[in-house]
């Protein structure tokens, strides 16, 4: 009787393993992309509307790059991918609040024209204004600790790689960014 062996389970390369690979063979990179993206995508969008599909984009350059910096402690990406994602959305948003102090210069000094200011509100029109008003109440460090937490979903631990700083600051960060955000949204529902 003939014996039929199973075929051997091959176990799905992880992130680390692609990175690394990567370093010698640049197309091994596609895996974590093809992995990581639709996350990525969703969480620079929900931040930056249309922007955040190039910020997503820059973000997954910008680790191409500098994968060879890529640690490998864990087999996932995504914090390290979430933490360059992070850094890119700061930067997006400082200069564009850079061109509406500008502008605002231009008008007062009569050398500009008011316009719409639609840079102003990419993230209100985003999250809605209630939320949006008692997220800029908070400090960009405990906003970006809390929208880790709360639009990508990434653990504590995983905050703490994505920011590169230690998990009792992530836990700090979060415990005051929920503090001020629910009493900025108890005070607007009692008005």
Known sequence: MPVTVAPARVQPETDATAIARS??????????????????????????????????????????DQRH???GRGDDAAPWLYGIATNLLRRYFRTAERGRRAARR?????????????????EADRLGPTLSAALRTLPAADRDALLLLAWAGLTYEEISEALDIPIGTVRSRIHRARTTVHA???????R
């Open 69 to 71: 910096r890529f640690d």
């Open 106 to 122: 231009a008008v007062e000094t009569g050398h500009g024209d008011p316009t719409d200011d639609a840079l102003n509100r990419i």
């Open 184 to 190: 900025h949204l108890t005070r607007e529902e009692t």
């Open 23 to 64: 370093l010698v063979d640049p197309q091994a990179f596609t895996a974590v992309f093809d992995r990581h993206w639709a996350a990525i995508y969703a969480f620079c969008t929900s931040r930056a509307g249309d922007g955040g599909e190039d910020i997503a984009a820059e973000a997954f350059r910008v680790a191409f």
